[in-house]
Structures are given as C-alpha cells and as structure tokens.
C-alpha cells in the first residue's frame, strides 16, 4: 500500500503570500492518478487539481500543482482569505485498486 | 447539476450495521464513465476511502475494512449504498459518498472524485 505524507502538517501565511505544500509517496505513483483537494470546516473536500497538474473545473488560476515520481506539490501563487483551509492530497493505485489520502495540511492565516 | 445526496441513521449501536445510503440527482448512475464511492471521516482526523462501486455492481474496498463492507447499487432507484457490520467506537465519522470520475488523454487514464455529497454524521455508540 502507498503511503502519502503531507509537509508541513500546519503553514501559517498571510494573505497575499505564497503557499507550497508538499505531498510525498511511499513510491512512485502516477502522476495521472494524483489529485489535490480543498476542504474548509464543515464541508465536504473539494476537487482542485487532478492529474497533478490539471485544475478542475473552476478553479482559479493561483492554484497549481506539479511533480512526478514520489514528489508532489501544490502551489498557491497569492493567497486570498478564503484559501485558508484543509488540503489533502489523494492516489489512486491499482495493485490492490483502491484510494489513499495523504494526512492533510492545514493551511491557517498567520 | 450533479447531487449527492447521503441518508441513513445518525446514531448505531457498538456491534450492529451502519446502512448508509446515496442518492444521486441531475444526472445518471447508470453512465459507463463513473465509479461511486464512500469515503469517512472521524472527528478532527483525514480521509479514508472505504470502497467503491460501477453501476454494473462491480466493487473493490479498503482492504482494511474489506470484511465488514459492503457497497450495493440500486439502478433502477438511482442510488448506492454502504453496508459496514460489527461497528465500534472507531467507526464514528462523517461519512461521504462521492463521484469518481475519469478521463482519458493520449492512452492515460485520470482519476479524480470531482462530485461530493455534503456528508452525513454517524455515531457509534450504545
């Protein structure tokens, strides 16, 4: 089984600043089956990129993903007050088929 | 617009079955291009995927919860839904169904969970 492991467990930024979060596997995954998702209290997660690097459907352009192989991230260019949340990242593996989440970073304003 | 809609009790008894269901409204169960599955989480803690579902009824589970699980669908309904026997404590958690959806570009194939129910709060306890 595929572990995800999320750094930093908590980032503390401020609103305008540059947020990179880093997801990292146990080994080397698709990147076609990574996908990063938002998820603020109360509500259900929220799809941002799959792919690694492809943005979903309405999803602004500060948000961006990248990497491949075992290393991932996802990078908010200028953070605006409602980006502050709970980021998770996701694979898929297919030998067991199935889903892991990563632990989540929780991205707070400083 | 796609919904997901989850139901089922709030509150199950150590040792009995949390039966959980999924309705989906706006659009169809039945197409060929989406998985549908569950996905829990406990208070304060992540996200753990539970199991997924075709609406052939073909299935694959989170092998650490594989012998308690069990993911159905109803076609003709428009919904799936979640078996999970022998509860505990530890199976307290807000429980999600969601939409797996893929893509196919240049040979490769992507998956993402792209449409999600609001989530539905199930306690354990006696």
């Known amino acids: 089984e595929i572990v995800l492991t999320q750094s930093p467990g908590t980032l503390s930024l401020s609103p305008g600043e540059r947020a990179t979060l880093s997801c990292r596997a146990s080994q080397s995954v698709s990147s076609s089956y990574l996908a990063w998702y938002q998820q603020k209290p109360g509500q259900a997660p929220r799809l941002l990129i799959y792919g690694a690097s492809s943005r979903a459907t309405g999803i602004p352009d500060r948000f961006s993903g990248s990497g491949s192989g075992t290393d991932f991230t996802l990078t908010i260019s200028r953070l605006e007050p409602e980006d502050f949340a709970v980021y998770y990242c996701?694979?898929?593996?297919?030998?067991?088929?199935?889903?892991?989440f990563g632990q989540g970073t929780k991205l707070e304003i400083k | 617009q796609l919904q997901l809609q989850e139901s089922g009790p709030g509150l199950v008894k150590p040792s009995e079955t949390l039966s959980l269901t999924c309705t989906v409204s706006?659009?169809?169960?039945?197409?060929?291009?989406?998985?549908w599955g569950w996905i829990r989480q406990p208070p304060g803690k992540g996200l753990e995927w539970i199991g997924s579902i075709y609406y052939s009824g073909s299935t694959y589970y989170n092998p650490s919860l594989k012998s308690r699980v069990t993911i159905s669908v109803d076609t003709s309904k428009n919904q799936f839904s979640l078996k999970l026997s022998s509860v505990t404590a530890a199976d307290t958690a807000v429980y999600y169904c969601?939409?797996?959806?893929?893509?196919?570009?240049?040979?490769?194939?992507?998956?993402?969970?792209?449409?999600w129910g609001k989530g539905t709060t199930v306690t354990v306890s006696s």
């Open positions: 969601a939409r797996r959806g893929s893509i196919t570009i240049f040979g490769d194939y992507y998956y993402y969970m792209d449409v």
């Open positions: 996701q694979q898929y593996g297919s030998s067991p088929p199935g889903y892991t």
């Open positions: 706006g659009g169809s169960i039945s197409s060929s291009s989406y998985y």
